[in-house]
T-cell receptor, first 113, second 114 residues
């Protein structure tokens, strides 16, 4: 992967509303794709990953993401967010034959009551 | 419990005073790396190591050194820190090259250089 672009730096949303965090990547070869979550004052945790197979990937805490090869996107979705989902979310990509992971700049999700 | 441990978690230091941030993992992982996180820039890789005594530069290596004398430890050394190295630093580890699909991160080290 050459680059990962997260299209929104901040996303405010009300509790129980759906949310989509957008991610696009650029690469001339096949990639693995990841979403990580960072809660305040903590390290990054893996939410979900796409390695191969089904393009719809389900992760922890009710999140899912869809790999779209033609649009080079890997958007993260949740149908109903909770206050506890407030965190920063990072999209990442790695070439299938490589070992370096490229991270996006992050999207800060604010869930309001 | 599988973990990556960094120390110190918080540090304020002065320009030019050498410091070391330690990193240790208990998962017998071969691959370890250091990242810095800055607002609007995400995580950028500083250095990485494929195994003991094998290290290489990442995207932003200037001003940093690393060593990998043991498999579990991967310290980050700032020989002469400058204010532009004020950042949040993460150490990370992964299983062998064929299974680099999951990265385990430490909790981060906040470094302020004044």
């Amino acid at each position: 992967a050459q680059s990962v672009t997260q299209l929104d730096s901040q996303v405010p949303v009300f509790e129980e509303a759906p949310v989509e965090l957008r991610c696009n990547y650029s690469s001339s070869v096949s990639v693995y794709l990841f979403w990580y979550v960072q809660y305040p004052n903590q390290g990054l945790q893996l939410l979900l990953k796409y390695l191969s197979g089904s393009t719809l990937v389900k992760g922890i805490n009710g999140f899912e993401a869809e790999f779209n090869k033609s649009q080079t996107s890997f958007h993260l979705r949740k149908p109903s967010v909770h206050i506890s989902d407030t965190a920063e979310y990072f999209c990442a990509a790695r070439n299938t034959g490589g070992f370096k992971t490229i991270f996006g700049a992050g999207t800060r999700l604010f869930v309001k009551a | 419990e599988a973990q990556v441990t960094q120390n110190p978690r918080y540090l304020i230091t002065v320009t030019g005073k050498k410091l070391t941030v330690t990193c240790s993992q208990n998962m017998n992982h071969e691959y370890m790396s250091w990242y810095r996180q800055d607002p609007g820039l995400g995580l950028r890789q500083i250095y990485y190591s494929m195994n003991v005594e094998v290290t290489d530069k990442g995207d932003v290596p200037e001003g940093y050194k690393v060593s990998r004398k043991e498999k579990r430890n991967f310290p980050l050394i700032l020989e002469s820190p400058s204010p532009n190295q004020t950042s949040l630093y993460f150490c990370a580890s992964s299983p062998s090259r064929g299974r680099l699909d999951t990265i385990y991160f430490g909790e981060g080290s906040w470094l302020t250089v004044v």
